[in-house]
């Protein structure tokens, strides 16, 4: 169907330098690190219009989360030197959510998704209705399913009632739900996965899901393939990367040093991104869990601009 890029695509008018000097190598950087001469990223940059991935893609709190549990406004301002504006609020960090809500705005920022668990979702639903309008969201997502390991059948059936659920409860306030994978959900079933039962059980005008790339790579799974399996149920992003040799499996958990730069790692990310187009997603995310993530959030920036659409 040839879909454009949604909601978060290029706008020139906020372009950042790399954006506007596309025939310069890519030198991105932030207020905690600062590049010395010679320690430019070697990619070169191309136009806007040429490049796979056009936009700037969105931030996830959560690389940076350790940072906004103690200054909000100072987190903020760093992501902001970026160029990023999209926000994806994994958590309030212990700040009310009109505190946030606020210093996006002094910004010109904002917070298109705001994660919540999933036992907020089933108990204080209207909690998270109020918060999530507060801060602007569009979109509610809930990233793990409480279990003990294995992750089940009953499990999985348990949560395609919630999300059906509480998905219509959220759809009359204006708010989209998405379930996050974090892949156990991928544990065999019939012909299928878990993962395949909860898209196909879920109702679509209730739910829609964000794909985390990394997490549907780690337990053997090619996120090209879910997103051209399901090109109508996708509608968020998580743009990861894993380091090489790390072997995957069904338990969800990897240390958050095995998260590397865009492009680093094991991940086929143009063809992610090229089956992407076809989809209905509206918002691109990077989410890095490394303690070293702000050394890689900005090669990471570089990585996504240097990607051609030409194959």
């Known amino acids: 169907m040839g ?13 950042t330098t790399a954006d506007k000097l596309p025939d310069i190598e890519l030198s991105f950087t932030s207020g905690r690190q600062r590049q010395q001469p010679g320690e ?22 959560y690389t940076y989360r350790n940072d906004f549990a103690k200054d909000l406004g100072t987190t903020l301002d760093e992501i902001k030197q970026l160029g990023i504006t999209d926000m994806e609020f994994s958590s309030t960090f212990g700040h009310p959510a009109e505190r946030i809500r606020q210093e996006l705005d002094d910004r010109g920022m904002h917070c298109s998704s705001y994660g919540v668990g999933y036992v907020d979702l089933r108990n204080s639903l209207k909690k998270v209705i109020a918060d999530a309008s507060t801060l602007g969201a569009s979109f509610v997502r809930v990233a793990w399913l409480p ?85 109508e149920r996708f509608r968020l992003m998580h743009l990861k990367d894993l380091r090489r040799g790390i072997v995957g499996d069904l338990t969800g958990h990897t240390a958050p ?30 989410e890095d869990e490394s303690p070293d993530f702000a050394q890689q959030v900005p090669r990471s920036l570089a990585y996504l601009a240097s990607l051609s659409r030409s194959r």
């Open 40 to 61: 430019r990223n070697k990619m070169t940059v191309i136009s806007p219009e040429q490049r796979l991935f056009p936009q700037l893609p969105g931030m996830v709190s």
């Open 147 to 231: 279990h003990q390991a294995p992750f089940g059948l009953v499990q999985a059936q348990e949560a395609v009632l919630t999300f059906n659920s509480a998905g219509h409860a959220l759809r009359d306030h204006g708010l989209t739900f998405c379930y996050h994978n974090h892949g156990y959900e991928f544990t065999p079933h019939d012909s299928g996965t878990l993962f395949d039962l909860i898209v196909q059980r879920t109702n679509p005008d209730a739910v829609s899901f964000e794909l985390d790339v990394l997490w549907a790579h780690f337990p053997g799974q090619d996120p090209a393939q879910l997103l051209d399996r399901y090109p």
């Open 257 to 286: 040093e095995n998260d590397v730069a865009l492009g680093e790692g094991q991940l086929d990310l143009p063809r992610i991104l090229r089956s992407a187009r076809d989809t209905r997603i509206d918002h691109y995310y990077i």
């Open 3 to 15: 879909r454009e890029w949604a909601t978060s695509s290029f706008d020139p008018s906020h372009a």
